[in-house]
């Protein structure tokens, strides 16, 4: 490991959640989750970067951490900030953009699961799901499941594209060059799986709106990441810190290395945080 060394406690901190904060079981650790209590207990902004939806959030960090952490969503499609932070970010893509990527991404790949995220609670998709494979998989009621037309024709946040279990790097290439103006694709998981958003939302895009609003500055953060949607957040942010289970382009652009997400890597470096505010 190479932990960072602190004179002072940062202005937040910024944490990516699968492969980071959660373990490879999609589990929040006791350690992880007591660490971020104290984080928020002594005024620290906690700010939890995910390419997941909100309606997962409450199930994945509990009742009281998802209130108490700004959120920053779908790859920066979403964010919500939690005090001290403030302010929303929603940023869409055009419909009829959206729909165009479907149509390319559906002729290259026929069997391909697409889905449309909305806001977070809403969604439609190409894949049959049943009541029960809803709630386990999505983290969602067949209320908030609409017909993939339905969520295309109204303000798509993310289209989410995988399911086939092998590179998609033909349809990320394709996408980008044919829309690279409008949408930004990230590949994640060896690039078995795309977020496609808006070109103008990312993660420390977002991240540094909600950070606005109490005059935080991106190189006051300290920020946690594994894989590739969290490269531009560790550039941004001054205090870099990859997982020992990040992929090697990670690993090249953090400045620091904790323990696996697997060891509570997060944790190790949050203590060690804390031990200034607590001397």
Aim: glycine content about 8%.
């Amino acid at each position: 490991m190479n932990l960072p060394g602190f004179a002072q406690a940062p202005g937040a901190v910024a944490i990516d959640l699968d492969g980071t904060l959660l373990n490879s079981h999609s589990q929040l650790s006791e350690r992880n989750h007591v660490v971020i209590d104290r984080c928020v207990a002594y005024g620290i902004p906690i700010v939890i970067a995910t390419s997941r939806p909100a309606r997962t959030m409450r199930r994945l960090l509990g009742n009281e951490l998802a209130e108490s952490c700004s959120l920053v969503l779908m790859n920066g499609a979403y964010a919500k900030g939690a005090p001290p932070l403030a302010g929303v970010v929603w940023e869409t893509l055009l419909p009829a953009v959206a729909s165009d990527v479907v149509e390319l991404i559906l002729g290259m790949e026929p069997e391909v699961r697409v889905t449309v995220e909305l806001e977070g609670y809403e969604f439609g998709t190409n894949a049959s799901i049943d009541s029960d494979t809803l709630w386990r998989m999505n983290a969602a009621t067949p209320d908030m499941l609409l017909s993939l037309e339905e969520a295309l024709a109204r303000k798509p946040a993310k289209i989410a594209v995988g399911g086939l279990g092998r590179e998609l790097s033909a349809v990320s290439g394709e996408v980008s060059r044919q829309f690279g103006d409008l949408v930004l694709v990230v590949p994640a998981n060896g690039e078995t799986f795309l977020n496609i958003t808006s070109a103008k939302a990312s993660k420390p895009g977002a991240l540094q709106k909600l950070l606005q609003t109490q005059h935080i500055p991106l190189a006051n953060v300290v920020a946690f990441g594994d894989d590739i949607p969290d490269i531009g957040m560790l550039e941004e942010c001054g205090i870099p810190i990859a997982v020992a289970n990040a992929i090697p382009e990670v690993m090249a652009i953090a400045d620091y290395q904790t323990a696996s997400n697997d060891e509570d890597g997060v944790a190790i470096v949050l203590e060690r945080m804390l031990e200034i505010l607590e001397k």
